[in-house]
């Protein structure tokens, strides 16, 4: 009985063979970025879960409100770890603590590289996480001061090829590592990815002792240090959750309640962090909705392709239809019918997903550009995503095969076999093609709307210039010294226009203390502000504005000491209204209520992006600082570009001759918070095309066959005088409602997607309705142009040929 | 072997009702060969598809060797007619995709016969009429003649107590109409009862009896031939 279910497949397959290839190939384009997106999902989910213990692991991150503000950070006090091991010994097995490196420069023999993923962590870092060491001992390669541990590509570039384990390693800051430990390099998976660890332990010799091994409350209150938790084998982290309030009495009160704020301890299971973690101060993070949304254009894909096949499966009924009725005379029933059709369905999706197969090996490599991966894809590496997709294609071929099954096993020999064949008037499938066109227009408005974000983003006035504006990172100390003499030298090239140093520039994280302010009855209270420290050319530097009051004058002496900007946020925030200059802000808030700088407002400068446009402007204290600042920025003038950078670099090297030159443009750094964004509209660029291919695919197929079908209609149109445009317009017309039609389902749920996904931006462009109109157009002059392809060469047949066959 | 007691089929549609088949009561015996005549649309393929269990009737008894089947399910009737009846229609309505072997075997499949005694009862049949040099060919590849061998062979692979014949020489040429006409009286002597549609006087002096249908009644039954059980 198989047997004959395998010829009769296959011969039919044969038979029809345009209709099987475009079954075939819609199924497989479907199945090829199914394949794709399920590697890209499994990644995503893969994240830590290399390490033996990461089921125990949790990260733990903070929760500050400072006054009213709320802020979350992935960074952590120092003592958080230690403390709650020490006081819930039956949950908390151990913690290990990393903090990053800064200065990155690293010396062996005269070799020189730079390195930015070097962290300290503690020596418990070979006990909570799984690294295979290939030389030296895990069990005490950080114990002491001055270890390290190295991985086996940092190892090559530094020592080459001889075994680094016992070799010493210096840092641009003159500070000797022993390397104790060669590991693996760290999976591509991994949310904490470095190419060394120093040994935690080397801190207290910067820190103090005292200081280092501090448990009071202070030191809670200070934050800088990704801290991990392992729990117990039997450990429970409700447990270490529910006695936290005890926990935050003892250790973190004290503090919070002069500073009248609190600080709320969060936990994130380890395999957890990348896909879900929305604090500040994180490592580059994946994004969960990303996830669902491949996952769901996967489904999409599918769906379209799974459409094709049962459009044509059931427009070609008639050609079944004696076979079918033959098959039940001689004592088939309808059940064995079923089966027969559906693996039909599922050899048609075995001979797509073979096809996938072959397609994904050829363009993973560009896949793997597109998402920035490193994805591969081995059937012996990767049994799991095989067996999964083995599945997902007998699945397809079910899903596929089972309207077609249904509706051909239900036909009545008697009426088949008298020649009645109930003419099927095609609803369904074209409810089929409406769906196929709905999933393609929501796709279509989602790249164009992603695509003009995008673009939103990029020309949104940000507050400064960023164009034309080159950044430059001091790590040298030797250079930080000489940063005065550095900036003269600079500012002599014509083509520079100005050069300003700042301690964070935009984009970059900047730091939030607790300061003091006046209220409106002149009493100070405390609060939460960001701040960034500048020179007097920074504002000029970057074209940022004032719009009250004053900026710093190079004159007064005491500006420096006596006198802050603020940006229009934090005037609102505080409750300054429209006339916040001379009021009086404590920058830096003392335990004993007094502050670090007693200043005024001498001034307000327009609200300016110095986060990503995911958020509002915050309040930020724009503070003139007399000590040199790391990140200097200059700006250029447009032309000759690459011979300023030239003496930039030549500049460089005489002022910071330990460190490579490294420079970025500052509107390049800008355009990377939104590689997630451009990621995505990338992906959903190609997808929308994939997905109205096939689709298209599936309507060629129909055109096809309903021409084939209307032979003799259209032969005696055109014998009674119809032009080949009538011809055209009749076959056109039917399917072009269908797309129109399609546009009522894909508006509505395209503009609630875009609408969340928008949500993610404080600054979004508005969804018009010319996108909406431009897609279900594009959509239609497709379709149209798919379905006249196929009925202008029907048009054009001599229609004697078609009525002698008749 | 075949009862109907005032078996009525009625075709409705929205607008109109047709009587295709009026009180009809016949009967046919076991081993007899029957000939049903009429003009066209008088009710003749409506009482074979009857007969032959691809139908029910709207009204009436349909006995099949003393058991009433006219309210059988689609699954009964199935059953039933698989290893019990044979058919041969006007336009041979042999599956394209298979090959005469195949064509030939697909009834065998459906009553789970073991491969090697398909094998036997497919090439005996094909041997016996004569069209076993053609077993690997698809029936586009044979002339109507050969095809309407290969729908007889079909029709009695199964070895059916009762075989219905619907026009089977309409598509041919008068030598092979005969041919076919003489395969089936051979069958029919073989014990095979036969009832056959037929437009052609000459193919229905074949039979034993002549069952004339007008307008839906039975209008005369002519004996042709003595038959005996």
């Known amino acids: 009985m198989f047997k004959n279910f395998i010829k009769v497949a296959i011969r039919n397959l044969l038979n029809r063979k345009f209709y099987s290839i475009i079954n075939i190939l819609g199924l497989s384009i479907g199945l090829t970025c199914t394949i794709l997106i399920a590697l890209f999902v499994q990644n995503e989910l893969s994240y830590d879960k290399h390490h033996k213990n990461y089921h125990r692991i949790y990260r733990l991150e903070s929760h500050f409100n400072i006054q009213e503000s709320e802020d979350l950070f992935a960074a952590t006090a120092l003592p958080l770890g230690p403390a709650l091991k020490l006081e819930y010994p039956q949950d908390v097995a151990e913690f290990c603590r990393f903090m990053d490196m800064d200065n990155n420069l690293f010396q062996y023999e005269g070799k020189q590289i730079f390195e930015e993923n070097v962290y300290y962590a503690d020596s418990t870092l070979t006990d909570v996480f799984t690294h295979e060491f290939i030389s030296g001992s895990p069990q005490d390669a950080l114990d002491d001061p001055n270890e390290m541990i190295i991985t086996e590509s940092f190892a090559k570039r530094i020592f080459g090829d001889i075994d680094p384990v016992g070799k010493t390693l210096e840092t641009g800051n003159g500070i000797i590592f022993t390397i104790t430990g060669l590991i693996k390099d760290v999976p591509h998976n991994s949310h904490l990815r470095f190419e060394a660890i120093a040994s935690f332990i080397t801190l207290k010799q910067f820190f103090g002792a005292e200081q280092f091994d501090s448990l009071e409350s202070a030191a809670f209150w200070n934050i800088g240090f990704y801290s991990y938790i392992m729990l117990t084998e039997n450990g429970d982290i409700k447990n270490v959750l529910n006695a936290y309030p005890e926990f935050n009495e003892k250790y973190i009160k004290p503090v919070g309640d002069m500073i009248n704020s609190k600080f709320q301890l969060m936990v994130q299971p380890l395999a957890d962090v990348h896909l879900f973690s929305r604090v500040g101060y994180d490592l580059p993070t994946g994004n969960i909705a990303y996830v669902y949304t491949f996952g769901i254009v996967a489904l999409f894909l599918l769906l379209i392709g799974c459409i094709n096949y049962m459009n044509l499966a059931t427009a070609q009924s008639a050609g079944r239809a004696v076979e079918v009725s033959i098959r039940k005379v001689m004592g088939a029933q309808k059940q064995y019918l079923r089966w027969q059709f559906i693996f039909e369905s599922i050899l048609v999706a075995t001979l797509a997903m073979i096809l996938a197969f072959v397609a994904v090996e050829l363009i993973l490599p560009t896949f793997n550009d597109l998402a920035d991966r490193d994805l591969t894809f081995g059937f012996v590496t990767n049994l799991d995503l095989v067996i999964g997709i083995f599945v997902t294609t007998f699945l397809v071929g079910l899903f596929s095969g089972s309207y077609p099954a249904f509706y051909l096993s239900s036909f009545i020999p008697v009426e088949v076999l008298k020649g009645k064949i109930g003419k099927n008037n095609g609803s369904l499938r074209k409810i089929l093609v409406l769906l196929q066109f709905s999933i393609s227009i929501i796709m279509i408005i989602g790249t164009f709307t992603v695509i003009q974000q995008l673009n939103f983003l990029k020309d949104k006035d940000l507050g400064f210039d960023a164009e034309n504006l080159v950044v430059l990172t001091i790590r040298d100390t030797l250079g930080v010294r000489n940063l005065q003499v550095f900036k003269d030298e600079l500012n002599k090239h014509p083509q520079i226009i100005k050069v300003g140093t700042t301690s964070s520039v935009p984009g970059q994280d900047h730091a939030i203390i607790v300061h003091l302010f006046e209220t409106n009855d002149g009493s100070m209270e405390e609060k939460g502000i960001n701040f960034v420290f500048v020179d007097h050319d920074y504002l000029e530097t970057m074209n940022m504005h004032i719009i009250k009051g004053r900026s710093y004058d190079r004159n007064l002496q005491t500006d420096a000491e006596e006198s802050c900007l603020i940006n229009e946020a934090t005037a609102k925030v505080l409750g300054w209204g429209s006339d916040p200059i001379g009021k009086k802000l404590g920058f830096g808030a003392n335990l004993d209520g007094t502050a670090n700088l007693n200043t005024k407002v001498i001034g307000v400068i327009k609200d300016f992006h110095y986060a990503s446009l995911h958020n509002q402007v915050d309040p930020l204290l724009i503070m003139l600082s007399n000590d040199p600042q790391r990140n200097i920025c200059l700006r250029i003038r447009q032309d000759n570009v690459e011979s300023t950078l030239n003496f930039i670099e030549e500049k460089w090297h005489e002022f910071c001759p330990n460190f490579p030159f490294e420079y970025s443009f500052l509107d390049d750094n800008l355009n990377e918070q939104y590689v997630a964004e451009q990621k995505i509209g990338r992906v959903f660029t190609y997808f929308s095309f994939l997905c109205i291919f096939i689709a298209c695919l599936g309507l060629f197929g129909l055109a096809s066959y309903t021409a084939e079908q209307q032979t003799k209609e259209i032969s005696v149109r055109k014998v009674m005088g119809a032009s080949v445009s009538n011809i055209v317009f009749i076959l056109s017309k039917e399917f072009s409602i269908w797309v129109i039609l399609a546009n009522i389902i894909a508006w509505p749920l395209a503009f609630f997607a875009l609408k969340k996904w928008l949500q993610n931006f404080a600054y979004a462009v508005d969804q018009s309705l010319l996108t909406y109109f431009l897609a279900g157009i594009t959509a239609l002059l497709i379709a149209l142009f798919t379905v006249s392809f196929r009925a202008i060469k029907a048009a054009q047949t001599n229609p004697a040929e078609a009525l002698k066959y008749e | ?229």
Request: charged letters at 25%; hydrophobic letters at 40%; proline letters at 3%.
């Open chain 2, 1 to 229: 072997m075949i009862k109907t007691v005032d078996l009525t089929k009625i075709y409705r549609t929205d607008e109109v009702e047709t009587t295709a088949l009026n009180n009809v009561n016949v009967e046919i015996a076991k081993g007899e060969f029957v000939a049903i005549m009429g003009p066209s649309g008088c009710g003749k393929s409506t009482l074979l598809n009857l007969v032959g269990l691809l139908d029910n009737p709207s009204k009436g008894e349909l006995h099949f060797n003393d058991t009433e089947v006219s309210k059988y399910t689609e699954r009964m009737r199935t059953n039933m007619r698989k290893s019990n009846i044979g058919f041969i229609f006007q336009s041979f309505n042999l599956i394209d995709e298979l090959t005469v072997y195949e064509n030939v075997e697909l009834p065998l499949l459906y009553i789970k016969m073991s491969s090697a005694e398909r094998k036997k009862r497919v090439t005996e049949v094909l041997d016996r009429m004569k069209i076993a040099h053609r077993a690997k060919h698809f029936p586009q590849q044979l002339s109507g003649g050969q095809q309407q061998r290969v729908a007889v062979a079909r029709a009695v692979v199964t070895k059916p107590k009762l075989i219905l014949a619907d026009e089977p020489t309409g598509n041919l040429d008068s030598a092979n109409g005969e041919e076919v006409m003489d395969l089936l009286t051979q069958l029919n002597e073989e014990g095979t009862t036969i009832v056959m549609v037929t437009h052609s006087p000459s193919h229905a002096e074949y039979a034993h009896r002549i069952i004339q249908l007008f307008d839906g009644h039975i209008v005369t039954e002519n004996i042709k031939k003595e038959f005996h059980l």
